[in-house]
Each structure stands twice: as C-alpha cells, then as structure tokens.
C-alpha cells in the first residue's frame, strides 16, 4: 500500500516548456486535490476533483490544467512554465468531498522553472 | 472568508522544553480543525484534528483543544524531542467540503 506517489521528484524546466506532474492513489479515495506550496505562503489550493468525472478550480488555477485519468489518477499539465511556477507541489486524496476527512499528502514534485 | 493565522516565525526551543505553536481562525458556521506536520523532504501528515468546539486532538505527546469562543486550535507539546523538528501547519475545513484552508506554518527547529 503505497499511498499517494507522484512523479518526478525533482524537475527543471525553461520558460516556456510544458511538463505535466503524475499523481496515483490506491486507497480508493474519490476526492484528489493539487496544491503548490511556496516559503511563507502556506499551502495553496490549484485544482480539485470531488469524485472521478469531475474537477474544479481552486484558489490560484491560472497556468494549469488537470485531468482525472480515472479514480486512481489525477495529473497536473503546465503548457507554458513560468519562473513564477517555480514551487514544490503535492497531490493529496482523501475518502470523500463532503465531510472532515483526512488528507493524504504525496511526497511532493520541486520543480524549477529558469 | 475562511483563514487560518499562525505565529510568525520560526520557533527554536531546546529538548525537552515545552511548546506552544498559536493558531487562530476565521470561519463562518463550525469548522473542523487540523494540524499537520511536515518532516524535512516529505509531505504533510495529519498530526491531530478536532471536529466539534472543545474537543481536544491529540496524538504522539502532541495536543490542541478547539475553543470556539476565542476561534482558537493552539499546539502544544509538553518535553520537545530533536525529532520533532518541523514545519507545522494549522488548517481548517469549513462546514459541506472538504476543502482544506491552511496557514502559513512554522518551522520548528529542536536543538540537543
């Protein structure tokens, strides 16, 4: 049971350049979520998907695109990476949408946009 | 709007001190309450939560009561350990969703 993984663990990209960010869960989890996390700044929400079929937008979704591959899987697309786009990003899953339910954090992707 | 307020600033104590890491936050109807804890390279994990004022989360010596009337979820921990050192994040979830409102963290350096 490995939990929430995502792949890479470490990328830098040059302006401009696409990339999309890989997340998998196996714990059967409906909800899956992105957030990018910068020095004094907490963690902040970029996208959601409630259950398989459907994704939303979150706190700061400008420069990215997601996909919920299937219940498993939920990707991050940059078309166009910016310097601003540099951060460390962790995808996260839990059981439901509705309801306090716990987060299941990935390891993170530190990527570096020159 | 829902926020969450942490301290500013790193917290560096010496083992076994007792700490305290302050959260307050600003939510409408009744939020549930969280931290996490992130080690040095990893990703978050929940630390403690409570889901109702005046229930107290507590795990791994680590603990921090919901107190409605001061919209307070402070941690605290009795004798610190070097391995506590890390960044600790207070977050809340309003009432209908799962989605989670974090504050900024504080880093947590315990010295030998």
């Known amino acids: 049971n490995a939990g929430v993984t995502q792949t890479p663990k470490f990328q830098v990209l040059k302006t401009g350049q696409s990339m999309t960010l890989q997340c998998a869960q196996d714990?059967?989890?409906?909800?899956m979520y992105w957030y990018r996390q910068d020095p004094g700044m907490g963690l902040r929400l970029i996208y959601y998907?409630?259950?398989?079929?459907?994704?939303d937008k979150g706190e700061v979704p400008n420069g990215y695109n997601v996909s919920r591959l299937n219940k498993r899987e939920f990707s991050l697309r940059l078309e166009s990476a910016a310097p601003s786009q540099t951060s460390v990003y962790f995808c996260a899953s839990s059981e439901m949408w509705t309801g306090a339910y716990e987060q299941y954090f990935g390891p993170g992707t530190r990527l570096t946009v020159t | 709007g829902n926020s969450v307020t942490q301290m500013e600033g790193p917290v560096t104590l010496s083992e076994e001190a007792f700490l305290t890491i302050n959260c307050t936050y600003t939510a409408t109807g009744y939020p549930s309450l969280f931290w996490y804890v992130q080690y040095p390279g990893e990703g978050l994990q929940l630390l403690l939560k409570a889901t109702k004022a005046d229930d107290k989360g507590s795990n791994k010596g680590f603990e921090a009561t919901y107190r409605k009337e001061t919209t307070s979820f402070h941690l605290e921990k009795g004798s610190v350990q070097v391995s506590d050192s890390a960044v600790y994040f207070c977050?809340?979830?309003?009432?209908?969703?799962?989605?989670?409102?974090f504050g900024k963290g504080n880093q947590v350096v315990v010295i030998p």
């Open positions: 977050a809340l979830i309003p009432g209908g969703n799962n989605r989670l409102a």
């Open positions: 714990m059967n989890h409906n909800s």
């Open positions: 998907s409630a259950s398989e079929g459907t994704t």
